[in-house]
């Protein structure tokens, strides 16, 4: 298979009642882990990667090494833009091959977010690739953007409705109550707000900060709708805990193909487990 767009595997999810899940993938283990999994249990899979994280790794390395995993592994596989705000730079990436984009506008006011996500939308529409953005504004901290609860909004239904129809995007980020990052205190899911937006929004709805949000509520947002899951945080704990584990242990390791493979061994359990709870498994 070839790096695809998310339209296809994100209809499919909200035609069947399942998500797929978007892990935030950093480096080469990272992506390997992901996709290795995410094939094991058949699962679609979308690989996402925050502005810092594609500076870091190289946007051309990062669309080379996915089509490389597109080509050994075949099962649908996304490479996805998170969180980017730059007009200019989403169009860079998309003639570098990303075929999903998350434009966002959130901290703009309602009009002017509208404007700036329409833009995207035209460009990537033309390139096949998909457009997603968030209406509502989530709390946390994702990559280098920082949103103080006070600044925290939840998506309103009837704006939402709305935003859809005019920007032309392919599927929504909700705020419902999840942050970025770790969730500090008992996490709280607005369902209702939830349900009222499925029933106006026909395109597929994404959660963001999936992360320490105990499965039986991530698993109620999917019934009530929610197509793609982000999972960042989760990954990176367990990750660099194992590494960590393994200096301790070893304090005098230096080569990384053996450190680096607790840390992997340790992602790969966590990937398997929010495949189960997103229920892609056996949907490639
Ligand atoms: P977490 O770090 O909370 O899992 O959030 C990930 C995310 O939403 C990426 O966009």
Same mark, same amino acid.
Request: with cysteine; aromatic share 6%; charged share 30%.
């Given at each position: 298979?070839?790096? @695809?767009?998310?339209?296809?595997?994100?209809?499919?999810?909200q035609?069947?009642?399942?998500a797929?899940?978007?892990?935030?993938?950093h480096?080469?283990?990272?992506?390997?882990?992901?996709?290795e999994?995410?094939?094991?249990?058949?699962?679609?899979?979308?690989?996402?990667?925050?502005?810092?994280?594609i500076?870091? $790794?190289g946007? &051309?390395?990062?669309v $080379?090494? /996915?089509?490389?995993?597109?080509?050994?592994? !075949? =099962?649908?596989i996304?490479?996805?833009?998170?969180?980017?705000?730059?007009?200019?730079? @989403?169009?860079?990436?998309v003639?570098?091959?990303?075929?999903s984009?998350?434009?966002?506008?959130?901290?703009?006011?309602? &009009?002017?977010?509208?404007?700036?996500?329409?833009t +995207? +939308? &035209?460009y990537a529409?033309k390139?096949?690739a998909?457009? &997603?953005?968030?209406?509502?504004?989530? %709390?946390?901290?994702?990559? !280098?953007? @920082?949103?103080?609860?006070?600044?925290?909004?939840?998506?309103n239904?009837?704006?939402?409705?709305e935003?859809?129809?005019?920007?032309?995007?392919?599927?929504?980020?909700?705020? =419902?109550?999840?942050?970025? %990052?770790?969730?500090? %205190?008992?996490?709280?899911?607005?369902?209702?707000?939830?349900?009222?937006?499925?029933?106006?929004?026909?395109?597929?709805? +994404?959660?963001?900060? /999936?992360?320490? @949000?105990?499965?039986?509520?991530?698993?109620?947002?999917?019934?009530?709708?929610?197509?793609?899951?982000?999972?960042?945080?989760?990954l990176?704990?367990?990750?660099?805990?194992?590494?960590?584990?393994?200096?301790?242990?070893?304090?005098e390791?230096?080569?990384?193909?053996k450190?680096?493979?607790?840390?992997?061994?340790?992602?790969?359990?966590?990937?398997?487990?929010?495949?189960?709870?997103? %229920?892609?498994?056996?949907?490639?």
């Amino acid at each position: 298979m070839s790096i @695809i767009s998310t339209r296809e595997m994100l209809n499919k999810a909200q035609r069947e009642g399942y998500a797929v899940p978007a892990f935030n993938i950093h480096n080469l283990e990272t992506l390997e882990v992901v996709v290795e999994t995410a094939a094991e249990l058949k699962s679609p899979v979308i690989l996402a990667g925050t502005p810092s994280t594609i500076k870091y $790794a190289g946007g &051309e390395y990062i669309v $080379a090494m /996915a089509n490389v995993a597109a080509k050994q592994h !075949d =099962i649908p596989i996304a490479i996805h833009l998170d969180h980017y705000e730059d007009v200019e730079e @989403i169009k860079h990436y998309v003639d570098l091959g990303f075929k999903s984009v998350m434009i966002d506008a959130s901290h703009s006011p309602f &009009e002017e977010n509208i404007e700036i996500v329409k833009t +995207v +939308v &035209e460009y990537a529409h033309k390139y096949d690739a998909t457009v &997603e953005a968030e209406l509502g504004r989530l %709390g946390g901290q994702e990559d !280098d953007l @920082i949103v103080d609860e006070k600044d925290t909004k939840f998506t309103n239904p009837k704006q939402a409705k709305e935003y859809v129809e005019r920007t032309g995007i392919d599927s929504l980020a909700v705020a =419902i109550g999840t942050a970025h %990052g770790l969730y500090h %205190g008992e996490a709280k899911l607005d369902f209702d707000r939830l349900k009222e937006i499925r029933d106006v929004v026909d395109v597929p709805l +994404v959660l963001h900060g /999936a992360s320490n @949000i105990p499965d039986e509520l991530v698993k109620k947002a999917i019934s009530l709708g929610i197509c793609k899951v982000n999972v960042a945080t989760d990954l990176k704990i367990p990750f660099s805990d194992a590494v960590k584990k393994y200096f301790i242990e070893n304090p005098e390791a230096n080569d990384p193909r053996k450190y680096m493979e607790p840390g992997k061994e340790a992602m790969r359990r966590v990937v398997a487990e929010k495949i189960m709870v997103c %229920g892609s498994n056996g949907r490639a």
